[in-house]
């Protein structure tokens, strides 16, 4: 079996581990660089870079539930146009 050159992503945990009391949002590998993630509040993707594990919020409302503790990023594939769908056709 020929393999594709093809890099695969393997996520590594990020210098600030998981905070065990923020929530966990799916990250996303875009072009191979960055992680993207799909903020609920904001109804937009926030970017990140590529490791899992706790970031600040992105969120532009200082409001947002998720400003007070961020977020754990887990990685949960390619980002493809059937995950930017998934997320953007939910209008909640
Ligand atoms: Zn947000």
Redesign the pocket.
Known sequence: MTKQRQKRHVPTVGPYGFREDAPTLKAYLASGEYYRVY?K??RRW?THSPFEGHRL???D?PD?P?APTGYNLVYAGEFTLAVWRRFSDVQS
């Open positions: 903020c509040y904001c926030h919020a992105h969120c409302d947002s998720y």
